[in-house]
């Protein structure tokens, strides 16, 4: 394992390493300076990506209600997630992606703003939802997702990110809330 990573204590140590055993990291891209973490190794091997879902779906068996992936690859995490649980998924996309009605919460980028999107109607109110996404960075994706998750009725009861960058601060944006950093760096 890299020396910089860190192990969450609000996950089981065995998902730490086996998303660390199955993750590549390219320097340099996608941009001179950027260490890539690829995720894509995890995905592939069918045994491994079972052992994650399954290990995901004990640590929040009787918590939660349903699973909202952020677009795009917490769909990905998200929808076997659910199914292994027998909840549903809601899907928080990127602005313009959903047909109406829908419910929208914008923030800040660096050099501008972007925009998350939900159907209200594909959330039950009193709902307990765990949020679920690749990847916290700044943490506008999850902050503006979680907006809108509770302004549809529901509670985000947790959320949980595969690898956090700490360095970029994204819990800032999430204050009072309890993160399941898989791998934090």
């Known amino acids: 394992m890299t020396s910089s990573v860190v ?19 390219i320097p340099d891209f996608p941009e001179p300076g950027v260490l890539f973490r690829d995720i894509t190794p995890l995905l592939a091997d069918g045994q491994a990506f079972t052992e994650l ?5 004990d640590h929040y068996r009787g918590r939660i ?6 677009e795009s690859r917490g769909f990905i995490l998200a929808a076997p997630l659910a199914v ?37 109607e594909t959330v039950t109110p009193g709902l307990r939802v765990l949020v679920i996404d690749d990847v916290l960075a ?4 999850a902050a503006a997702s979680i907006s809108l998750i509770e302004q549809a009725g529901a509670s985000v009861e947790a959320i949980c990110m ?14 009072g809330r309890e993160i399941d950093s898989i791998v934090i760096f």
């Open 7 to 25: 192990h969450s204590e609000t996950v089981p140590e065995s998902l730490t390493r086996l998303v660390m055993n199955h993750l590549r990291e």
């Open 53 to 57: 879902v399954e290990g995901l779906a």
């Open 65 to 70: 209600d349903a699973v909202a992936g952020l």
């Open 84 to 120: 292994s649980l027998g909840i549903g998924m809601i899907t928080v996309r990127k602005g313009g992606k959903l047909p109406g009605p829908v419910i929208g919460v914008d923030y800040s980028l660096e050099y501008g703003t972007a925009r998350m999107e939900l159907r209200p």
């Open 138 to 141: 700044t943490g506008g994706t």
């Open 162 to 175: 595969l690898l956090e960058l700490a360095d970029l601060g994204g819990r800032r944006q999430l204050p």
